[in-house]
């Protein structure tokens, strides 16, 4: 799940052709027209045109201090980084994502990425702009997970992350009307947090979204060097415990997702062997800086 603190409507194939795999990975039907205009970019792997209209160096800082606050919180009601171990672990998981991130998309190795763990009732995983990362783990499901199960996790977050979704959605809010357009960053975010319809509108573009971040995690996630071969399990189990496709939910339904990840997996298979052959000891790990621990201080 991307989230900051946490059109015409035309019916189309999702069919978007990536340079790694020359596969349509979405033939999913959803109604929505993206509009190119702004800062062009494309999504990587599948090649998916942007267009962005916010400063990046803008939305990382609003997105930072959002962060800040949230692990403050959670250190305040004892909930934040608990388990020394288990925090080593995941970082090292999560630096070995980040640093094959950055090889797709290079101005990601002068992102402040933070990962930290906390203490929930349910398993969840959640990305703010510019790779600030929370993995939520209850007490008795964290001694459940193996890497690969955390790299699942991480992998689909660090994918909406430099997929830049949140400034996709921004940028998409703006256009939606023209008195957007003035809005300056603090009131579109209000808008796209708040407003019931804008929500509604962006629907299919948030569905459209968490199936891409699948796709690039599960890429990544091979590419990490971790079997891709026990993610659809993973998600199926997640999706059943989580509830099915609302109204308002930003996933497609259980069983198409399955489908979706399934194919995903299948490709991901030539580069997870690929990665194995290359040598594991090999793989490149992001070295966290001392800022990324000042947080949970």
């Known amino acids: 799940m991307s989230t900051l603190l946490c059109s015409t409507p035309v019916t189309k194939i ?9 596969r349509c990975w979405l033939p999913l039907l ?51 980084d608990r388990d020394a171990d288990l925090v080593a672990r995941v970082r090292g998981v999560a630096a070995r ?7 797709l998309k290079p101005e990601a190795a002068e992102w402040q990425w933070e990962v930290h763990v906390a203490t929930t009732s349910r398993i969840e995983a959640s990305s703010m702009a510019g790779g600030k990362m929370l993995l939520g783990l209850p007490r008795a499901e964290a001694e459940k997970l193996n890497d690969a199960d955390i790299a699942a996790l991480l992998g689909h977050e660090v994918g909406h992350a430099i997929a830049e979704h949140v400034r996709e959605q921004l940028s998409e809010v703006r256009r939606l009307d023209p008195t957007y357009a003035q809005f300056s960053l603090e009131d579109t975010v209000a808008v796209l947090n708040w407003d019931l319809s804008v929500a509604l509108t962006l629907q299919p573009l948030s ?3 968490e199936l891409e971040a699948d796709d690039l995690g599960i890429h990544l996630t091979a590419k990490s060097g971790f079997r891709p071969h026990g993610l659809a399990a993973l998600y199926r189990k997640l999706d059943s415990s989580q509830g099915g496709s609302g109204s308002l939910d930003t996933h497609m339904t259980a069983d198409q997702r399955e489908r979706a990840v399934s194919t995903f997996v299948a490709y991901a298979k030539a580069v997870y062997l690929e990665s194995v052959l290359d040598g594991r000891d090999r793989i490149e790990q992001y070295a966290f800086s001392d800022a990324s621990f000042a947080n949970a201080d």
């Open 14 to 22: 999702a069919c978007w052709w990536g340079p790694a795999a020359s």
């Open 97 to 103: 994502i980040i640093a094959q991130a950055i090889l």
């Open 30 to 80: 959803v109604g929505i027209t993206l509009f190119s205009s702004g800062v062009p970019a494309d999504v990587p792997v599948n090649g998916r045109p942007q267009g962005l209209v916010f400063d990046r160096t803008d939305l990382h800082a609003f997105a930072a201090e959002a962060y800040r606050l949230r692990l403050q919180a959670l250190a305040e009601e004892g909930k934040l």
């Open 207 to 209: 569905r459209l979204q």
